[in-house]
Nanobody, 114 residues
Framework: VQLQAFGGGLVQAGGSLRLSCSADGNMAGIYGMGWYRQAPGKQRELVASMTLDGMANYKDFAKGRFTISRDNAKNTLFLQMNNLEPEDTAVYYC?????????WGQGTLVTVFS
């Protein structure tokens, strides 16, 4: 499975961005997908995830501001990010989980300035 994330950029605090992650390859064994982020000098952390049946899970900092969604027909995962804060600055990665392993995309940089 190959994942490609895009949609990052430079945005002022309070603004919005929509990240997309396209997935190619055999998706038959994938049971969940998610977004992670890694800020400079920090560990990679979960932002939001979604199971195969559409159940979403958010970390506390993302609740009420971020929305994860998926277009199954196009094998695309989205992350709508609203009311962005400088603390959201990070490289955002999409991830897919299967019984045989975890797949990562290359990451897309989000920079929020005040």
């Amino acid at each position: 499975v190959q994942l490609q994330a895009f949609g990052g950029g430079l945005v002022q605090a309070g603004g919005s961005l929509r990240l997309s992650c396209s997935a190619d390859g055999n998706m038959a064994g994938i049971y969940g997908m998610g977004w992670y982020r890694q800020a400079p000098g920090k560990q990679r952390e979960l932002v939001a995830s979604m199971t195969l049946d559409g159940m979403a899970n958010y970390k506390d900092f993302a609740k009420g501001r971020f929305t994860i969604s998926r277009d199954n027909a196009k094998n695309t995962l989205f992350l709508q990010m609203n009311n962005l804060e400088p603390e959201d600055t990070a490289v955002y990665y999409c991830q897919a989980s299967s019984a045989s392993g975890v797949y990562w995309g290359q990451g897309t940089l989000v920079t929020v300035f005040s």
